[in-house]
Each structure stands twice: as structure tokens, then as C-alpha cells.
């Protein structure tokens, strides 16, 4: 009896031990995963920031699957596609039934683009200030490819455009206004983007009409390192090197459209930078 009640006194001393252990430990173990401080930065350097992202990819290649809602494209629920994109201003897009027959393809390369719709046995050729001759087409492919813009690289802020920066808890806000060419012409904020103050990563763009009217949101996800390292670099003592800093993108994309067509999420499976593009990978026009 003696012998049990000594055995009985220790598990419930081990006992007491793991539930105060759990109970003092709950914070780390139930507590946000993520506590990074916050970054400090100014509008400038986050402009900045949006003209480097932009120029550190020259190509990139790319594999994605696409849940589609409430007709955004007549083009069914899911696709599978491809990406090509070559810097400054080349993009193909394919896309692809489940069992592989291909249900579009769209190539704009400079003042050049072209749509190509085999169901339907449509082709349609012009520039993009002849885009009316797509019809209803046109509004669709438009925000494909500005979805597209999470991996290429946010649109940099161009020169004669002036920027207004906020602070939203976890985020930076820059919103971006569009300054008219003459004294008189009117100024309007045309796009507004989130950064995650983490990371200094863009999660968030809006395109905004000039009456102020939201003409699509896209949301960034799963960022991820793509490419190879960089070579190592010496610190300023010129003692310890440093790995390079590696090319993040966002392997998730939600575009909604402002206009109520219905919204497209794009999921891909494979990014690959900087590497050569060939002629029949691109496409022409």
C-alpha cells in the first residue's frame, strides 16, 4: 500500500508539472505565429522598392491553375495555363482545358496584341487603342493580365505621377495620383497599394477610375523565393559574406473586378526567372 501511494504521489506530481508547463507556455504555443516587428519606411523608399521589384525580373516563365466566378471569362470554371513575360512590355498567356486542348491564347507585345479563341474559332489582331474590336472580350483579358502583374512586378510609379502615403496598422498605404498634363485638367488618385510592414511586400493593389470608382482589386499571397541565389556579397568590413537577397513573388492572386463581372484566382505551380525566352515560347503577333 505504502509502495502505491508513493507511486500515485509522483504521477500526479508529473502530472501538475506538464499542465503548468502548458499553461505557462500557452502564449507561445497558441500565440500569432508571425512577430516580426514592423518596418519604418517613407513614400520614397517604397517607391523606390516598387522600381526595383519591378527591374529585377527580366524574363519569367510560369505555370498556374485558375478558378474562375461568375463569368469573368467565357472561358468555363477552371483552366490551366501558362505565362511567358519578357521586360518591358511582352506577355503570352495560354490556357488549357483539363484534358489539355487549348482554349485561348492572348499575346501583347508593344503597341501589338492578339487573342486567339480556337472553340470558338475566333482570332482577333489590333493594338490596344483599338481594343473595342475584342467586344466583350476586351474587359476580361484586360484584368488577366494585370493580374499577372504579382509576378512581373507592381507597375513602378511613373515620373510625372505624385504619391500620398498612410499608415494601416499592420500595412502601408500609397496611393498613387495621376496628375494631369495641363494646369487645368483635373488630378485623381488612380491606383492605391498595400504593403505588409513586415516584409515591405505588396499585398494589395487597387485601380481606381477617375471618378474614384474601384475598377479592380488584386490581393497577394504565398510569397515565395524563386530563382537561384545570388552570389554572396562581403559586409562593409569586408570580413563575413552575406547571402543575396532572393526574388520573392506571390504564388497566389486574387483579382476581383470593380465592375461585378466576377472575380479569377490564380494559383501557380512554377515561376521561373531570368532565364532566355525563345521566339516560339513568346509568340507573335
Not at 9 to 23: G, T
Not at 66 to 72: D, R
Not at 148 to 174: D, F, K, N, W
Not at 227 to 251: H, K
Request: positive net charge; charged residues 20%.
Amino acid at each position: 500500500m505504502r509502495h502505491n501511494r508513493g507511486l500515485v504521489k509522483r504521477i500526479s506530481c508529473l502530472v501538475s508539472s506538464i499542465v503548468s508547463l502548458v499553461i505557462f507556455s500557452g502564449c507561445a504555443l497558441f500565440g500569432p505565429a508571425d512577430t516580426a516587428p514592423l518596418q519604418e519606411a517613407t513614400a520614397e523608399q517604397l517607391t523606390a522598392l516598387l522600381q526595383e521589384q519591378a527591374e529585377e525580373v527580366r524574363t519569367i516563365k510560369g505555370l498556374f491553375s485558375a478558378k474562375i466566378t461568375g463569368g469573368i471569362l467565357p472561358i468555363g470554371q477552371r483552366v490551366q495555363g501558362t505565362v511567358f513575360y519578357q521586360r518591358p512590355d511582352a506577355i503570352r498567356l495560354r490556357g488549357f482545358s483539363a484534358v489539355g486542348s487549348e482554349i485561348f491564347e492572348f499575346v501583347q507585345i508593344e503597341d501589338q496584341f492578339k487573342l486567339r479563341l480556337p472553340t470558338m474559332g475566333k482570332e482577333v489582331i489590333g493594338r490596344p487603342s483599338e481594343a473595342n474590336q475584342l467586344g466583350q472580350l476586351t474587359r476580361p483579358f484586360q484584368l488577366s493580365v494585370w493580374a499577372m502583374s504579382g509576378i512581373i512586378g507592381t507597375r513602378a510609379v511613373a515620373p510625372q505621377e505624385q504619391v500620398r502615403l498612410s499608415e494601416e496598422g499592420t500595412r502601408y498605404r500609397l496611393d498613387v495620383v495621376t496628375v494631369s498634363g495641363s494646369n487645368d485638367g483635373p488630378s485623381f488618385v488612380s491606383r492605391r497599394i498595400w504593403f505588409d510592414r513586415r516584409n515591405l511586400l505588396v499585398v494589395q493593389e487597387e485601380r481606381l477610375t477617375a471618378a474614384g470608382k474601384v475598377d479592380a482589386t488584386m490581393q497577394f499571397d504565398d510569397y515565395r523565393a524563386v530563382g537561384p541565389t545570388p552570389p554572396a556579397t562581403l559586409t562593409s568590413n569586408g570580413q563575413s559574406p552575406e547571402g543575396g537577397i532572393r526574388i520573392m513573388r506571390p504564388f497566389s492572386i486574387r483579382m476581383t473586378d470593380g465592375q461585378g463581372s466576377g472575380s479569377l484566382q490564380v494559383t501557380f505551380h512554377e515561376l521561373v526567372p531570368n532565364e532566355p525566352i525563345k521566339p516560339s515560347e513568346l509568340g507573335r503577333v
